[in-house]
């Protein structure tokens, strides 16, 4: 199972990110990744941005990307 709390390192660390690339990179589905920032979205510690146009890479999702606001 994906700590929050390593999460919330991870994104201290690298700034905006997407599900895909928490999932790449805790070895883990994007699934459980939202699932994650969902809960950090709920307690206000986490805001959604846009990522601007997207190329087509395949790890915005669609212009979602996710960044830590404070502890």
């Known amino acids: 199972m994906l700590c929050m709390q390593s999460v919330r390192a991870y994104m201290n660390g690298v700034g905006p990110v997407s599900p ?4 790449v990179h805790f070895d883990t589905s ?11 979205l709920a307690k206000g510690k986490v805001q959604v941005r846009p990522a601007g146009s997207c190329s087509g ?3 915005c999702q669609c212009g979602r990307l996710y960044e830590w606001m404070g502890d």
Not at 20 to 23: G, L, N, R, V, W
Not at 30 to 40: K, N, S, T, Y
């Open 57 to 59: 890479c395949g790890n």
């Open 20 to 23: 895909q690339e928490i999932a």
């Open 30 to 40: 994007p699934e459980v990744a939202q699932q994650v920032l969902d809960r950090w």
